[in-house]
C-alpha cells in the first residue's frame, strides 16, 4: 500500500490485512503501517477517526508478525543440523554450478 493510501479519510471499519505471502507484501504493510504512525501523530483526527487508524495498524502489526515468525521459523528450519545431512563446502557448490 503507498502513503497516498494511508492519508485517506476511514470510510468506515477498516479491512483486515490479508496474510503475508511475499517479501513486498511485507514491505508494502510496513510503509502503510509508517504513514499511519504518521497520520496519528501528525494529523488533528477525531476520535473515531484515530481509533479506526489505530485499529488498522495494530491489524497490520499482527500481519506483520507473523510474516517475520514464519520467515523465522524457515530460517530455523534451514539452519537445522540433521544426523542424516553430511555438511558440504559451500566453495565446491560455488564452482560446481559456475562450470554449468
Known sequence: MSKS???????GKPKQPEAITEPPQFERALE?????VDRLEGE????EESLAVFERGIGLTRTC?????????RVRILTEQS??????????RVAAASED
Open 5 to 11: 493510501n494511508a492519508t485517506e479519510k476511514p470510510t
Open 44 to 47: 488533528d483526527l477525531t476520535l
Open 32 to 36: 502503510e503501517l509508517e504513514g499511519l
Open 65 to 73: 508478525q507473523q510474516a517475520l515468525d514464519a520467515a523465522e521459523q
Open 83 to 92: 544426523d542424516s545431512a553430511e555438511p558440504e563446502p559451500f566453495s565446491d
